[in-house]
């Protein structure tokens, strides 16, 4: 080879040897070009609106009522079946802070003489077990008027009490006197006098989002405008039927509850649910006793839905 052809070749080969530490360079420039823009992305996610606000729930069983028969619960079942049926609220604990009790339970002498419930704990003193004192509790959302969901909701001296306007309207008058007897009289008193306080927030009807990550519906039926919610969790939607649904015997079985007004919206509002909630085993009845063992228990009496 000629000295000319050696260094020929050379050159070329310091030719390809820069044109390699260029490409180089160029693609460390770009990293780092893409290094400032993650970054940038990074600083102005922080200046974005909060993420949605996800809720962490709870059941609590605050009591038992022995030997119930399923015939008052699942439309048309077998009169001798009995259950000690759950009775329960639901405490959610919201990522900003709130603590939402769905339902409130009951606390007068004469609806423990009358049920003689088992393991019974009064509802305020029951929510603890979960962590929250009864005066943290910022809002009670009431699914219906019966004395098993509503008789304590006086019990949370700082709780807004929502529920449906209709459901007031339909059972009691403005002066708060009893216009249909599916609200117990002592009730309906407290009721009129939370009203009168302005402690209760009336919600107009159905897929109403009350609260961010909280949304409640209407069609359920149990009573004249009983409603039911959808809860944001990090697992997705969590559906707490309350008694529009009593046992999963019901959604399993497509049957409606036994108490209804109409047994076809019941049905509807059934299926229903299946399409809001994020997975069926997340919609959660009012009275099973299975809750508490199709998830994991936290404390005595209280399982974390999820
Ligand atoms: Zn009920």
Redesign the pocket.
Known sequence: MLSSEVSLVTNALIDRFRARLRWIARGIMIATGLGTLVGATRLSHTALPPQPITWEIYAIRYASVPNFKISGLIAGADTSRRLDIAMTVWLLKGSNGRNVLVDAGFQRADLIARWKPINYIRPDSAVTRAGVNAADITDVIIS?I?W??FDGANLFPNAKIWIQREEVEHHIDAAGKVLDRAIDAPDAAMLDALRSAGKVSLVNGDAQQIIPGITVYTGGK?TYQSQYAGVNTTQGTVVIAS?NMYLYENLDHHVPIA?TLNAASNLAAQARMETLASAKRLIIPGHDPLVFERFALVKPDVVRIR
Do not use: E, G, R
């Open positions: 219906h019966h098993d969901h149990h008694d108490q």
